[in-house]
């Protein structure tokens, strides 16, 4: 069996991971005993976070001028299409990071759950097809917008699909008056923190990313 697990504690001393075959372990602010813990415990440092902002008052003009595709809600009976973008896009993310044998049946499965989770669902079109897709979620009691999950079908990436997406969901959320918008960025993925900063996107926050896979 494997387990799924995203664990949040102050101390691995709290967490009972011994017989978890697969667990996902984010740490801040950790010192040297922290890193010993996760050795001790077969976690390996996979990845680092970082948490993004991007303030949305006053830069309408702004996002418009970098939306070169129009981004629009999505309809029910398109989200295969989007699922086949999602398991193209997020082999190397370590959310969805499955040991073998059962990898691909729960790999899919996992991606399912996190859209499962949006509120909203915008999609970007090149020529009738769906390119890409951005699922929102809103954290804080609902008063802030949150990029849950995003993906871009590689073909369309040098088209400014990526760009169009993230400005097009900036502007929405701005005209609907939201003060932010908040996402979570590796920084192995230099091109989407790139976008995240043409955006006026503010990092903080540095998290980093421990797997266990038995």
Do not use: W
């Not at 991606?111 to 020529?127: F, G, N, S």
């Amino acid at each position: 069996m494997i387990k799924i697990t995203n664990l949040e504690s102050d101390s691995l001393n709290n967490c009972e991971i011994d017989n978890v075959q697969h667990l996902r372990l984010s740490l801040d602010n950790h010192g040297l005993d922290q890193v010993k813990e996760c050795a001790q415990k077969h976690l390996y440092l996979f990845d680092r976070m970082l948490d993004v902002a991007v303030p949305l008052k006053n830069r309408q003009k702004d996002f418009s001028k970098k939306i070169r595709l129009k981004a629009e809600l999505f309809q029910e009976n398109e989200k295969q299409e989007l699922l086949k973008i999602a398991y193209r896009s997020f082999t190397d993310d370590s959310r969805f990071r499955i040991p073998a044998p059962e990898s691909e049946l729960l790999y899919k499965n996992t991606i399912q759950y996190y859209m499962d989770q949006a509120e909203a669902t915008y999609v970007c079109r090149y020529k009738d097809l769906i390119i890409a897709f951005a699922n929102i979620t809103f954290i804080k009691d609902g008063t802030v917008p949150f990029f849950h999950l995003v993906a871009v079908d590689e073909k369309y990436r040098m088209i400014g699909a990526a760009l169009s997406l993230y400005a097009n969901v900036c502007q929405i959320y701005a005209e609907q008056g939201y003060a932010s918008i908040e996402g979570k960025i590796s920084t192995k993925n230099t091109a989407v923190m790139n976008l995240y900063g043409s955006l006026g996107g503010i990092f903080k926050n540095p998290q980093d990313i421990y797997v266990k896979m038995e």
